[in-house]
C-alpha cells in the first residue's frame, strides 16, 4: 500500500511539474516596457514586437505613457526599457543613475495639426514659433496634451520659441487634457482646434476629417527617440539579458530595417539612426 501511495503520489508530482514547469518559464520570457504613447498610437509595435517575439521568443509588454510618465515608471523599477522621445529628459534619466546607457533608434517630426478652414491663417508657414505666436495672438483653440510627454515638451518649447510663457498666458481657448496623443487628436478634431502631433501617430489616425497638416518642415520640430536599460544596480528586478535582448534588436541592422520597413499606405512613419551617435 504503502509503495503504491508513494508511486502515485511521484506521479501527481511528475504531471504538476510538466504543466508548472514550461508556464513559468514561458512568464520569465517576456520584459516590460514603458513607452510613448506614440510608439502604440503609431501601430509601430503592434507591427515591431511580433517581429522580435518570432526572433527571440521574447514577448514584450507595453506601458504606453507621456515620455515623463514612462520615465517615472522607469524610476520605480516597474519596467525593464524605456522607450521615450525626450533627450533632455533621457539624459537625466542617466545623469540620476536611473538608466545604464542611451542608444538612439529612431526619428520622426512634429506636426501642427488644424482644420481645413485654418481660421487663424498659419497654413504652409516655415517659422512654427510664428505660427505658435498666431495661435496665441487670434486666442484659436489649441489643445494640449498636457502630459509631461515627450509632444508636450516639444510644445511648451516651441511657446518659450513664440516669446509666450504658456503655463501663465493662456486662456480658455487654450485646453490641456492630460491624455496621449490619439486622445488629443480626437479632442481637436472634435473641437475644431489646433493641436501638435507627431506624424507618426498623425499617418496612423483614423479621424481625421476635416483635419490637416497645417505646419511642418521647421528643423525645431524634430522628434528623435531613444531607448534605455532600467539599472538593475538600482532596481534588481530589471530582465537584464532580455531587456539588453530587445535593444540590441531596435539598434541592429535588422531591427532597423524592421522599423524603416513599416508604413502606411506607402508613407513611411519612423527613420531609423541607430548610426547617428550624435542623435
Wanted: charged share 20%; hydrophobic share 40%; net charge positive.
Amino acid at each position: 500500500m504503502i509503495a503504491r501511495r508513494t508511486f502515485a503520489a511521484l506521479l501527481a508530482f511528475c504531471a504538476i511539474t510538466a504543466v508548472v514547469v514550461p508556464r513559468t518559464f514561458a512568464q520569465d520570457k517576456s520584459i516590460v516596457v514603458a513607452s510613448t504613447t506614440s510608439t502604440q498610437d503609431s501601430g509601430l509595435f503592434e507591427y515591431l514586437l511580433p517581429l522580435f517575439k518570432k526572433k527571440t521568443g521574447i514577448t514584450v509588454k507595453v506601458i504606453a505613457q507621456g515620455t515623463g510618465q514612462a520615465l517615472d515608471t522607469g524610476r520605480r523599477g516597474d519596467a525593464d526599457v524605456v522607450f521615450v522621445h525626450a533627450k533632455a529628459q533621457e539624459e537625466k534619466f542617466l545623469s540620476e543613475g536611473q538608466g545604464v546607457k542611451r542608444f538612439p533608434v529612431m526619428y520622426n517630426d512634429f506636426v501642427l495639426i488644424g482644420p481645413n478652414s485654418d481660421p487663424a491663417g498659419i497654413k504652409g508657414m516655415k517659422d512654427v514659433a510664428k505660427a505658435f505666436k498666431v495661435l496665441h495672438d487670434k486666442k484659436q483653440s489649441f489643445i494640449s496634451r498636457g502630459d509631461r510627454s515627450g509632444t508636450h515638451s516639444a510644445e511648451l518649447r516651441l511657446w518659450k520659441a513664440a516669446g509666450i510663457d504658456i503655463a501663465k498666458d493662456h486662456g480658455p481657448w487654450y485646453k490641456a487634457i492630460g491624455q496621449g496623443m490619439g486622445a488629443a487628436l480626437n479632442t481637436a478634431q472634435a473641437s475644431n482646434s489646433y493641436v501638435l502631433s507627431d506624424r507618426g501617430t498623425w499617418i496612423h489616425f483614423k479621424n481625421k476629417s476635416d483635419l490637416q497638416i497645417l505646419v511642418a518642415g521647421d528643423r525645431r520640430m524634430f522628434n528623435q527617440y531613444g531607448v534605455m536599460l532600467v539599472n538593475p544596480a538600482k532596481h534588481p528586478n530589471v530582465k537584464k539579458e532580455l531587456g539588453q535582448q530587445f535593444i540590441d534588436y531596435l539598434v541592429s541592422p535588422k531591427g532597423q530595417k524592421d522599423i524603416a520597413n513599416y508604413t502606411i499606405n506607402g508613407q513611411q512613419l519612423f527613420y531609423p539612426d541607430a548610426s547617428d551617435p550624435s542623435a
